[in-house]
């Protein structure tokens, strides 16, 4: 695809990096087939080809418009288009470029302009959302049913005990996460009772907060960028000092995020100071799937008979973050298998479950259809339970069917530690 880019973009680090991807897409139509806003709306705009098209002309100097900023929102940012594209075009780089330059240009109607203000400040801290969750339980009545979906109707039953303070050598640290402690607490404490049995200490960095992955998303690329610096310096003295003793890896139990500290290296590869710190850490962050594959003989070791096939049936949802973002595939299931669950077959599993972040609060109705149509696909076998692996994802799921929806790492848990 031939450029010319405007004079306000060419030549800047975000004009370079948009021209290579935009040259790479020989506009092939391919992507349209797995992108699930296209399968819903049938519009060429609403799907990955067409959108690559708005940024183009914008990124030329065409006018921007409010129609543009609609068909870049609609964008799960899923991207099951770069799974299926020939020629690997990075368009998730593209969409976040795109979108930077339509909302410095284009003006959001105020209360769009208010929801995405409240999503930003609120959500990346986690002693305010923990409170606004349960503020929520009280008011959930009278919520607007995108926010009322979200709270849910009883608190939790907590986290579980994490493992008390090992000896063990091998160390990782988890990230505790924004939304994650107060909507799905006992995650973390599972994984670190699972990798304590596998002789591993599993702990949460002292001041690690966001990853910046909300703001990003909406548009905040300042702000969350100063998220990510943040999360560095909290972590930088586990990694960079012999003090700590060292860690082998930087754990995931929330494929969103996953995706997002991945991707840090290539965010803050234009910062002087951080560019080294960013990609060392992005090379050291590991889905915890990723950690448990490489454990496997262990972890088969420590089932025993637990591992014979004897659990309830699961289907499990792979995050697109996980499968599209992380390129991480079939682990998750090979290892509840070897945990003893019968797997259920999931039609359409590359497909996304509407969650998307906080797509599903900026984009309701969309979002709404995707979860009812994942939750069939997932529900035609009549499992016990289905599973999955980012936070997002489970509590969007969960708002609209009485089948348990749990993290996968739990189900491992409950198998290894009863």
């Known amino acids: 695809m031939q450029t010319h880019l405007a004079d306000f ?6 004009g370079r990096e948009a021209d290579t991807i935009l040259r790479s897409c020989v506009h092939c139509g391919f992507c349209t087939a797995t ?21 183009k002309q914008m990124l030329e100097g065409r006018p921007v418009s409010r129609l543009t900023q609609v068909h870049l929102d609609r964008c799960l940012s899923c991207r099951s288009c770069e799974t299926t594209c020939p020629s690997g075009v990075n368009y998730h780089r593209l969409l976040d470029i795109g979108r930077g330059v339509v909302e410095r240009c284009v003006p959001r109607p105020m209360a769009e302009k208010a929801m995405r203000f409240l999503l930003r400040e609120a959500l990346p801290r986690p002693w305010l959302f923990g409170a606004a969750v349960k503020l929520g339980r009280w008011m959930r009545p009278l919520l607007p049913p995108a926010l009322a979906d979200k709270v849910p109707a009883t608190p939790g039953e907590g986290a579980g005990a994490w493992p008390k303070a090992a000896a063990h050598k091998r160390r990782m640290i988890v990230l505790a996460g924004c939304v994650q402690p107060a909507l799905a607490p006992d995650t973390n404490a599972a994984a670190a009772r699972v990798l304590d049995k596998l002789g591993i200490a599993l702990f949460e960095a ?20 100063a998220d990510m610096r943040r999360l560095i310096d909290a972590w930088w003295p586990h990694v960079d000092s012999e003090q700590f003793g060292g860690i082998e890896a930087i754990v995931m139990t929330a494929s ?26 992005s090379a050291l962050t590991r889905d915890i799937s990723e950690v448990l594959d490489a454990e496997r003989e262990g972890l088969a070791a420590l089932l025993g008979e637990a591992g014979a096939g004897t659990g309830p049936e699961v289907s499990f949802h792979s995050p697109c973050t996980l499968q599209h973002g992380q390129k991480v595939r079939g682990v ?15 039609a359409g599993a590359h497909l996304c479950c509407g969650s998307a972040g906080t797509y599903s609060i900026t984009q309701p109705a969309l979002s709404t259809r995707l979860r009812d149509n994942k939750l069939a696909a997932l529900g035609a076998g009549s499992p016990a339970v289905f599973a999955t692996a980012n936070v997002g994802c489970q509590t969007h799921l969960q708002s609209g069917t009485a089948t348990p929806v749990r993290h996968w790492i739990e189900l491992i848990d409950e198998r290894l530690n009863g």
């Not at 973009?9 to 975000?14: A, F, N, R, S, V």
């Not at 998750?332 to 999931?346: I, K, M, Q």
């Open 332 to 346: 998750v299931e090979s290892l509840l298998a070897v945990a003893g669950y019968r797997l259920s077959p999931v």
């Open 206 to 225: 002292a001041g690690a907060g966001c990853c910046g992955a909300l703001r990003y998303h909406l548009d905040a690329h300042e702000r969350a960028l």
């Open 9 to 14: 973009i060419e030549g800047t680090p975000e």
């Open 256 to 281: 969103g995020c996953g995706a997002h500290v991945r991707d840090f290296g290539a965010l803050l590869g234009h910062d002087p100071v951080y560019a080294g710190k960013a990609a060392r850490i």
């Open 35 to 55: 992108c699930p806003t296209y399968q819903l709306l049938g519009d060429e705009l609403d799907g990955p080809r067409g959108r690559i098209y708005l940024i």
